[in-house]
């Protein structure tokens, strides 16, 4: 487990990404078992605290849940897997399209050259 921290963001908030990163690309798989909070803060050298509050929310948003005295695990629930791609691929989009609006190219463009790039890294 390897989280590339940053100085931008709250921690627990770059720990969440990560989580949702992983749903999305299919590392973690539904009803997977996930680290404990104790185990997640020294594998990613993080206060064990900021595990806590990153799993804490990531139970209030359904990413993970944990029965009794069991480990925590990725939900089973496919309309959240779902919509965690989704809120990923929306993500991208809108920081895309805002940095690209900022130079005035023209949406077609846009278009034939994103589609010649994804199908260039594609190859690659």
Known sequence: MQ?????RDPVYIQVIRYFKEQIATGMFEPGQEIPSRRELANKIKINPNTAQRAYKEMEEQGL???ERNLPSRITKDEQILGAV?????????????????SI?????????L????YTKESKE
Do not use: G, W
């Open 64 to 66: 993970i849940y944990t």
């Open 114 to 117: 994103v589609k010649e790039q």
């Open 85 to 101: 791609r989704e809120e990923l691929i929306v993500e991208a989009v809108e920081s895309f399209v805002t940095s690209i609006r």
């Open 3 to 7: 989280i590339d921290l940053n100085n």
């Open 104 to 112: 005035n190219v023209p949406v077609d463009e846009v278009l034939d």
